[in-house]
């Protein structure tokens, strides 16, 4: 089992930079590949970025050159999503996701889910 949690969600002004982390315990066997979701209101969820045990890394293009996926080393303990010149449209609640199938992150399925986190951009 894998207990995910995520933490640095909250409210930044357009432009601005939030830095979301994602704290994986529990059996890191279980675990090659992690993500990023997000689903705003009244909207479906949205895949953000992925990252691999190999390291590679995914992004939607509606984030790309402005959000980072990284990991603190190859188990995968702690997934950040930093994200900069943020816009309205990123508000959301954004979720960690993790899995041992890459596969499954990408396509929504994974096993483990984080509880969110808010992000709102707003001025």
């Known amino acids: 089992q894998v207990l995910l949690v995520e933490s640095g969600g909250g409210l930044v002004q357009p432009g601005g930079s939030l830095r979301l982390s994602c704290a994986a315990s529990?059996?890191?066997?279980?675990?090659?590949?992690m993500g990023w979701y997000r689903q705003a209101s009244g909207k479906e969820r949205e895949l953000v970025a992925t990252?691999?045990?190999?390291?590679?890394?995914?992004y939607a293009d509606s984030v790309k050159g402005r959000f980072t996926i990284s990991t603190d080393n190859a188990n995968l303990n702690t997934v950040v999503l930093q994200m900069n010149s943020l816009k309205p449209e990123d508000t959301a609640v954004y979720y960690c996701a993790a899995d041992l199938s890459f596969d499954a992150v990408v396509h929504g399925g994974a096993d483990y889910w984080g509880q969110g986190t808010q992000v709102t951009v707003s001025s």
């Open positions: 990252i691999t045990r190999g390291g590679s890394t995914n």
């Open positions: 529990g059996s890191f066997f279980s675990i090659n590949a």
